[in-house]
């Protein structure tokens, strides 16, 4: 999923994609939460970095989860620096 997008995951999954079509910007994951402020499960300690876009290849890492994602949870991530929208991304899991 494009780090300032957000997206949809499925439920049982252990890692998640990330691209980075900026090439001026590196992107830093400093929070993964919920609606009640309680981080991913899995979500991992050390911030992901999605490095910017270089050569004409997207940018990309997998942040990898060491739980499985739940069905039927939502959250939202914020960015270091901020995206470019008004609000912050979101990762939806199905």
């Known amino acids: 999923m494009n780090v300032c997008d957000g997206g949809t995951i499925s439920g049982g999954v252990t890692s998640i994609p990330f691209t980075n079509t900026s090439t001026t910007t ?11 402020g309680n981080t991913m499960p899995g979500w991992p300690s050390t911030n992901p970095v999605i490095p910017m876009a270089s050569g004409g290849v997207n ?14 949870k939502e959250y939202t991530y914020i960015t270091s620096p901020l995206c470019p929208q008004a609000t912050n991304p979101k990762i939806r899991v199905s």
């Open 26 to 36: 590196s992107y830093t994951i400093t929070s993964c939460k919920d609606s009640n």
């Open 59 to 72: 940018g990309s890492h997998t942040v990898v989860l060491s739980v499985a994602a739940i069905s039927g």
